[in-house]
């Protein structure tokens, strides 16, 4: 069955560093998500893309993170100086179509990101 | 309260019985979902309704949605240990000009069934 995959697993990294989170969606899938699930509480929306562009981010997603599909299977998250703040279980999803008709998303595992 | 708050947060019962989790919300919707997460893991899609839908089935599990009081029900029949997870609502925003949106999600309720 298709998945989402998602790398790494599991990050670790010094406060200020930047970080790259990968994401493979499901091939025939045309929308693009992040979200974050900060130990506890709830899975937050970061930014949606379609069409090689932002569609809709949240206040969460700064000017510190920024999204990319640089080929046809990738779709990156990069935060550019993390913070304390960010770790946080990050979650790529994807979806055949937009909310205006299934709606349905699927989720990769997440990457755990443990800032330092 | 925010967009999405399941009730009860925490939700223990033998195998066998059935859980109840219920999720209200505040503004229009376009579908709302419900997803499962298992400790640690990714978030796995369970059923989704649609606003002018007010109740849906899949296997074991019934979904009511009551767009006037802004709240949904999932139901588990005849639960079992691996139904074991935390199990949250997701409201889909009416989809304007375009716009893909985004799920908003509730707190979840952690479902713990004790064989």
């Known amino acids: 069955e298709p998945e989402v995959t998602q790398t790494p697993s599991h990050q670790v990294t010094q406060m200020g560093q930047e970080v790259i989170l990968r994401c493979v969606p499901i091939s025939n899938h045309l929308y693009f998500y992040w979200y974050r699930q900060i130990l506890g509480q709830k899975v937050e929306f970061l930014v949606s893309f379609y069409n090689n562009e932002i569609s809709e981010k949240s206040e969460i997603f700064d000017d510190q993170f920024s999204v990319e599909r640089p080929d046809g299977s990738n779709f990156t998250l990069k935060i550019r100086s993390t913070k304390l703040e960010d770790s946080a279980m990050y979650f790529c999803?994807?979806?055949?179509?937009?909310?205006?008709?299934?709606?349905?998303?699927?989720f990769g595992e997440g990457s755990r990101l443990t800032v330092l | 309260s925010q967009q999405g708050e399941e009730d009860p947060q925490a939700l223990s019962i033998q195998e066998g019985e059935n859980a109840t989790m219920n999720c209200s919300y505040k503004?229009?919707?376009?579908?709302l979902q419900w997803y499962r997460q298992n400790s640690g893991r990714g978030l796995v899609h369970l059923i989704l309704i649609r606003s002018n839908e007010r109740e849906k089935h899949s296997g074991r599990l019934r979904v009511t949605l009551d767009t006037s009081k802004k709240s949904s029900s999932l139901l588990i029949t005849a639960s079992r240990a691996a139904d074991t997870a935390s199990y949250f609502c997701?409201?889909?925003?009416?989809?304007?000009?375009?716009?893909?949106?985004?799920?908003?999600f509730g707190k979840g309720t952690k479902l713990s069934v004790k064989p």
């Open positions: 999803a994807s979806s055949v179509s937009g909310q205006g008709y299934t709606g349905e998303l699927f």
């Open positions: 997701a409201t889909g925003l009416p989809d304007y000009g375009g716009s893909q949106g985004n799920l908003i």
């Open positions: 503004t229009s919707i376009n579908n």
